[in-house]
Nanobody, 115 residues
Framework: QVQLVESGGGLVQPGGSLRLSCAAS????????VDWYRQAPGKQREFVGF???????AYADSVKGRFTISRDNAKDMVYLQMNRLKPADTAVYYC?????????WGQGTQVTVSS
């Protein structure tokens, strides 16, 4: 099974920015749509947005206008650029993609927005 790996999380002050990355081990992301989800403590996993193989994107209302998903097929990476972060954005962020019939998830990366 393909493993996805997220990176780039950390602690940031409200109003700050972070860029998360998603990579695949033993496979390529360039032909796949990639979704981003997040899960805050005590809450259900929440959809953040996706990018298709052709680069079309869509976002949850809660992040629209602040978050941007992009991909660099030359580097085989997908990114989640997060701007104007709020404490409510604090969560573990996951990327996921479908390889054949199997959905692969990463282990998640923690994003904490706090002063």
């Amino acid at each position: 099974q393909v493993q996805l790996v997220e990176s780039g999380g950390g602690l940031v002050q409200p109003g700050g920015s972070l860029r998360l990355s998603c990579a695949a081990s033993d496979s390529t992301l360039s032909a796949n749509a990639v979704d981003w989800y997040r899960q805050a403590p005590g809450k259900q996993r929440e959809f953040v947005g996706f990018i298709t193989a052709s680069g079309r994107t869509a976002y949850a209302d809660s992040v629209k206008g602040r978050f941007t998903i992009s991909r660099d097929n030359a580097k085989d990476m997908v990114y989640l650029q997060m701007n104007r972060l709020k404490p409510a954005d604090t969560a573990v962020y996951y990327c996921t993609a479908l390889f054949g019939d199997v959905a692969s998830w990463g282990q998640g990366t923690q994003v904490t927005v706090s002063s």
